[in-house]
Every structure is written in C-alpha cells, then in structure tokens.
C-alpha cells in the first residue's frame, strides 16, 4: 500500500497523449461519458481522487463542497484545466482544505487567434456570406452586394490588456496596421506600448473611441456585467463587440436590446453567460457572429494545457512548490 499510485480523476476527457501520460504515473480515473458532471458526481469526485481535475464545466459551489465534506473529502489538489476558475467556489474549496492550479500561458496565442476570427468574421460579414451560400440565395456578384468594414487602419480597443489581449493587439497592429488602444487595471510594460503604438484609456474613453471593442479581462467580481446597457450606448453605432473572455462579463439581454436598436453594429462571441445555452434572441441576429467556445480548442494548445496541469500535479504529489497556483 505504500506504493500505491496517487489517484487523480478528470471530469472530462482529455487529450489522448496527455491521458496516456497520466496513466503511467497515477491512478486514472476519466469520465468515459465526457458530459459534465452533476453536483452529486462532483461531490463523489471529491470523495474519490486525491486530485481532481475540472473544467470549466464545472460548477463547484459550495454547497458541492458541503455536500462532499459530509461524506468525507479525500482530493487535496484541484488542477483546474483551463485559466479562469470563477466555476470554483475557492473559498469553499480552501475551506475544505484544497489547494487550486490553473493552466495560465499556454491558450494564449489560440485564443488571440479566434478573438482575431471574430473581429474578421463580423467586419467582413463572413457569418452572412457563408449563410447565403449554403442556403443556395446567392445570385452572383455585384458591385454593392453585402458591403462591408474593412478592419485595415481601424481602432482596436483592448479591455484587459493581459497575455492574450497583447497577443491579439500585436495581430491587429503588426498584422493588419489597426491603432491600439486599451484599458485595464494596469498599463503594460514601456516596451510593449511603445511596440504597438498603444494608449491606454479609461473603459469609457475606450469604448466611445474604438471600432471594434475585444473582451480580455477575467471574470471576477469586478468584471461581472461589465458591458451592461450603459457601456453598449457608449459604444459607437458602427462599433463592433468582441468577447471570448467569459460570458457573464456582458449582460446578454442589454447586447441584444443594442443589436436590435442599432445602438452598435454586431457582435462576435466564443463565450456565454449560461453555457451551453445562448439566448434564441441572439442566434436569429444577422449581425452576431456565434462560436461555441472554443478559442483554446486547438490540438496544440488542449495537449499544452494538459501538460501544465499535469505539471502541476507532479509537483504536488513530489511536495515541490506548485508551478500554477491560485494566490
């Protein structure tokens, strides 16, 4: 018994390389279904694993937590897959004496990348193009058939100008020659500015500024409903909103309220308030692009997730300071 390998349990499935991986140094227990667990499988998991791993699937509320602690919890380590962990009620889960890691860094350039997809899609009105040709309504070219935005030489504003917000900014700025300006809790590095040309703003000075408007801040208490009704009317009418951070940074019915009235001119979302259902409002908007959050979904970056999770595991279980851990 002393030998015995650590038990670690994913709620969802992971990459094959990094469960075979996994497999090698622990005892594996995977949810074959890959559906999102119930609160009362969540609370098992807890009973079950000396590690558990979520995703953001996850909603470990505290009364999961309570739930879990009246049949004993064994997990001490929660290696969340993912970077945002606001479906982790952390208080309860330090409570419960578990400490927490995320996989920060390794999403960021496939995030920008779809960010950057959206930004695209909705100037050129990609979404309405694709949709008139698979429906078979295209009558051929014309000269002022489904007119445009170009995004050359456009104003990008940035909210939250972390790792992968400054990723998309040098996409934009690098890529395509857009003026840069941001805001957030704190200003980037000299260099990084002066690289991209880029101002920082108050949120309100951003928003009556830029042509597209992308969301890159975290979700917190802070952010929650962030672009709420007053935001989107300071927004241009000709602005566009882009979000892949997380859903409950903008109120869902307030963006629609402003899509209907023209109050801005589209939207592009990889991210919901209450995945995975969006609002049936939003997906009849012509003007709103809808992607099913996956902005980190490429095979690179998902294998580079699991690997940081599982680094955070090694160190764990070898009592090694956690290379990931939640402050």
Not at 76 to 85: D, I
Request: some cysteine; glycine content about 8%.
């Amino acid at each position: 018994m002393k030998n015995q390998k650590p038990v670690v349990l994913l709620t969802r499935r992971w990459p094959e390389a990094v469960e075979a991986a996994l497999a090698e140094k622990y005892t594996l227990i995977r949810n074959d279904a890959d559906v999102p667990y119930s609160a009362a499988e969540l609370a098992a998991a807890l009973t079950q694993a000396d590690a558990v791993c979520p995703t953001v699937t996850d909603a470990l509320t505290a009364d999961v937590f309570a739930a879990a602690s009246k049949l004993g919890i064994r997990a001490k380590l929660l290696a969340n897959f993912g970077v945002g962990y606001n479906h982790i009620d952390i208080a309860s889960a330090r409570a419960n004496g578990l400490e927490i890691t995320n996989t920060p860094g390794v999403l960021t350039a496939a995030t920008a990348e779809i960010a950057m997809t959206l930004l695209l899609m909705c100037a050129r009105r990609a979404g309405e193009g694709e949709r008139l040709v698979r429906n078979g309504d295209w009558q051929g070219w014309h000269p002022t058939h489904m007119l445009s935005t170009q995004v050359t030489g456009k104003t990008l504003g940035i909210v939250g100008m972390g790792r992968i917000g400054i990723a998309m900014a040098r996409q934009a700025h690098h890529g395509f020659g857009m003026r840069v300006v941001y805001s957030g809790r704190s200003r980037v590095a000299e260099s990084v500015g002066l690289e991209l040309g880029a101002e920082f703003l108050s949120l309100d000075e951003l928003l009556a500024t830029a042509d597209f408007v992308s969301l890159h801040c975290p979700a917190t208490p802070e952010t929650r409903n962030l672009i709420d009704a007053r935001a989107l009317t300071l927004m241009r009418k000709d602005a566009v909103l882009i979000n892949t951070a997380r859903g409950d940074v903008v109120v869902e019915d307030d963006l629609v309220e402003a899509l209907k009235n023209a109050e801005i001119a589209g939207a592009g979302l990889d991210v919901y308030a209450h995945e995975p259902s969006v609002p049936a409002e939003l997906q009849a908007l012509e003007q709103v692009v809808l992607l099913p959050h996956m902005g980190s979904g490429t095979r690179e970056t998902r294998e580079a997730m699991g690997l940081c999770a599982m680094a955070n595991l090694q160190a764990y279980f070898a009592k090694q300071p956690l290379p990931n851990a939640i402050a």
